[in-house]
């Protein structure tokens, strides 16, 4: 079945820096437009970024442009987040979801990454 596993979340200083990764497994992963999304206490689903099948193209958020970097590694089933110059607002918990931006409510979610951005 379709799985996917998050890591590398924790805490982290405004201005600070963290990589996310994402495990995918059980489905074809190199087929798949993907995506990052998060939710902050208290308020809904957030779509950050996708990447395409054929890492031609990579879309973020308003508020996470060019301070987020989307990347994938198809070999190994891996999607990637690069996320530089981090601000408290970005505090949330991240997911990967096998959709893009039009679809991201609707795809399969992991176990989530806790991001938490304080000083």
């Known amino acids: 079945q379709v799985q996917l596993v998050e890591s590398g979340g924790g805490l982290v200083q405004p201005g600070g820096s963290l990589r996310l990764s994402c495990a995918a497994s059980g489905f074809a992963f190199s087929r798949y437009y993907m995506s990052w999304v998060r939710q902050a206490p208290g308020k809904g689903l957030e779509w950050v970024s996708d990447i395409s099948v054929g890492y031609g193209s990579r879309s973020y958020a308003d508020s996470v442009k060019g301070r987020f970097t989307i990347s994938r590694d198809n070999a190994k089933n891996m999607l990637y987040l690069q996320m530089d110059s981090l601000k408290p607002e970005d505090t949330a918990v991240y997911y990967c979801?096998?959709?893009?931006?039009?679809?991201?409510?609707?795809?399969?979610r992991g176990q989530g990454t806790q991001v938490t951005v304080s000083s």
């Open positions: 979801t096998n959709t893009g931006k039009g679809n991201f409510n609707n795809g399969v």
